[in-house]
């Protein structure tokens, strides 16, 4: 199987601030990298796909970007509604493997 | 819109068999994949298995191997997860999820089921 580790697992920021998570792979995955939110009692949501493709209504402040196996999601000037948990997985091969998720809190 | 409506809570005892539906609507069924994602209380997300409703083509996680069956009904665009010999590591919430090319992101879920296992 192929693993995904997300780091970091816990992240404190505050609104308007800059963040970065990265996603590594345990092998290459092409551009088969997608990143998702989670709130605390509601389904994931998809961010990202194929590494920097946007879902319609996501905001531009969301952004993707590497290859091969080092990935980063970035959201540049945090809003409140950002604070939530974040997983990359990947669906080059099954099974679709989650990182751990990182929590984003406000500071 | 594009709508993915799962059936209720299930609590069962060890050893029993659940099985969840997973109803869509707003797009052509047979066109995407559905994969299948549970999250364990305090745990992340997990991948299932996966179903691809126009041929029933299945791949499915080793942690549920051989306990598991993912079937589709495209007269009602509904998938089913079958999920025998339960035991307490199964509980979790189950959501079922459409699949979209080309890298199959699961860009539509469904509200979650959660299945407690318990004796």
């Known amino acids: 199987d192929i693993q995904m580790t997300q780091s970091p697992s816990s992240l404190s920021a505050s609104v308007g601030d800059r963040v970065t998570i990265t996603c590594r792979a345990s092998?290459?995955?092409?551009?088969?990298l997608n990143w998702y939110l989670r709130k605390p009692g509601r389904a994931p949501k998809l961010l990202i796909s194929?590494?920097?493709s946007l879902q319609t209504g996501v905001p531009s402040r969301f952004s993707g970007s590497g290859s091969g196996t080092d990935f980063t999601l970035t959201i540049t000037f945090l809003q409140p509604e950002d604070f939530a948990t974040y997983y990359c997985?990947?669906?080059?091969?099954?099974?679709?493997?989650f990182g751990q998720g990182t929590k984003l809190e406000i500071k | 819109q594009v709508q993915l409506v799962q059936s209720g809570v299930e609590v069962k005892k060890p050893g029993a068999t659940v099985k969840v539906s997973c109803k869509t609507s707003g797009y052509t069924f047979t066109d995407y994949g559905i994969s299948w994602v549970r999250q364990a209380p305090g745990q992340g997300l997990e991948w299932v298995g996966w179903i691809n409703p126009n041929n029933g083509n299945t791949d499915y996680a080793q942690i549920v191997q051989g306990r598991v069956t993912m079937t589709t009904d495209a007269s009602t665009s509904t998938a089913y997860m079958e999920l025998t010999s339960l035991t307490s590591d199964d509980t979790a919430v189950y959501y079922c999820a459409r699949d979209v090319p080309p890298v199959w992101g699961s860009d539509s879920w469904g509200q979650g089921t959660l299945v407690t296992v318990s004796a």
């Open positions: 997985q990947q669906s080059y091969a099954t099974p679709y493997t």
């Open positions: 194929a590494v920097s």
């Open positions: 092998q290459t995955i092409d551009n088969y």
